[in-house]
């Protein structure tokens, strides 16, 4: 019999899934029923469906900072995804909501505050992305990652809690990981991530400079769907994949470095792993520019190198590399002096308090 039903939603990349998943298992222990709100085709659908728990789909019109036909069109989804979701929330009666943003939350967020159902949303990035801005006002708390953050976050809503971390992310087998890649020798292995969808500039500049790289170390390379290089593929001590879920908590386990976008989720994970790692945020003509503000706080606590994607010239990537591997030591000091804060007893405790109040 369970305590409480709680509602999760977010979507639109798997930044915005991640962290809802590493909440279940907690959330279980604690007596609560969970069920999904998600767009009709959004990566969080597949994520969520391969995790057992019951998925609901809404109208989900995207949230755009630019100029775009469908801007027109697409409040109208918002405003459709809003009945649908107070349907859903008509007939399950939920405790609580949580969501992770992404443009489908906004739908919900509104709905459920329409209902009198208190919401807890969590912010990664230091400043609020499009959807909490526009969900905050109807939000019962947000919590977020960086202390940064708080001051961004109005009417004493804000709490900090850092960001959740998948359970598994830390049970990886360093030995299964290297098997996996079918690396045999004792090299260092540097490990690349671009997201969940790819970099291709980061692609690139890895492959420009793969033969230096392999004389130092076996490589581990994530590059996004549609992205390997069919020529590469039989390539020692070079192994690509277009995208990993069961096996990334030991080829994560079995890295020694790792160069990555700076995605707060990522990031975290690599903090609580001690891996030294080399950022290269999105640029802000990709992005809002979240990704420089979360790549320089990491460099400021001395957890992580930074190279600005415009500074990828040259040998410019392989130079950083070798700084990275120079640097090791100093950066994992600096790693194991970082805040040990539970993130997701936090989250959940302002969850528990929010369906008390």
Request: with cysteine.
């Amino acid at each position: 019999m369970y305590k409480y039903k709680i509602i999760m939603t977010g979507g639109g990349t798997a930044g915005h899934v991640t962290p809802n998943l590493a909440l279940v298992p907690s959330l279980k222990e604690k007596g609560f029923e969970i069920k999904y709100i998600g767009s009709k085709d959004g990566i969080e659908k597949e994520i969520i469906k391969k995790s057992d728990i019951s998925y609901f789909e809404i109208s989900s019109g995207k949230l755009r900072r630019y100029f775009d036909v469908k801007n027109f069109s697409d409040p109208f989804k918002v405003l459709k995804g809003i009945i649908d979701a107070k349907r859903i929330l008509n007939k399950e009666k939920p405790d609580v909501i949580f969501s992770k943003g992404g443009f489908v939350a906004v739908p919900v967020v509104i709905a459920a505050y329409l209902k009198n159902i208190p919401v807890v949303a969590h912010e990664s990035d230091i400043t609020p992305g499009l959807a909490n801005k526009l969900s905050a006002p109807f939000c019962t708390k947000l919590c977020v990652t960086f202390r940064e953050s708080l001051k961004f976050v109005k009417e004493d809503k804000g709490v900090l809690t850092g960001s959740p971390i998948r359970k598994e992310i830390l049970n990886g087998d360093k030995n299964k990981g290297k098997e996996f890649c079918n690396f045999t020798d004792e090299k260092e292995i540097l490990l690349i991530m671009g997201g969940s969808l790819g970099s291709k500039v980061i692609n690139r500049e890895i492959r420009k400079n793969l033969e230096l790289l392999l004389k130092e170390f076996n490589i581990i390379h994530i590059c996004g769907k549609d992205n390997l290089d069919i020529n590469l593929l039989n390539k020692k001590g070079y192994k690509q994949f277009e995208y990993v879920t069961e096996e990334l908590p030991h080829l994560m386990k079995a890295s020694d470095y790792i160069i990555s976008r700076a995605g707060a989720n990522s990031i975290f994970e690599f903090l609580e792993l001690k891996k030294p790692t080399l950022l290269i945020p999105l640029s802000k003509k990709a992005s809002r520019g979240d990704q420089i503000l979360n790549a320089n706080s990491f460099k400021n606590e001395g957890y992580s190198l930074v190279l600005e994607e415009e500074e990828l010239q040259k040998d410019a990537l392989y130079k950083k590399i070798i700084e990275l591997k120079s640097k090791k030591s100093e950066l994992i000091k600096a790693m194991d002096r970082g805040d040990g804060k539970n993130s997701i007893d936090c989250i959940i405790n302002v969850i528990l308090e929010s369906i008390k109040k």
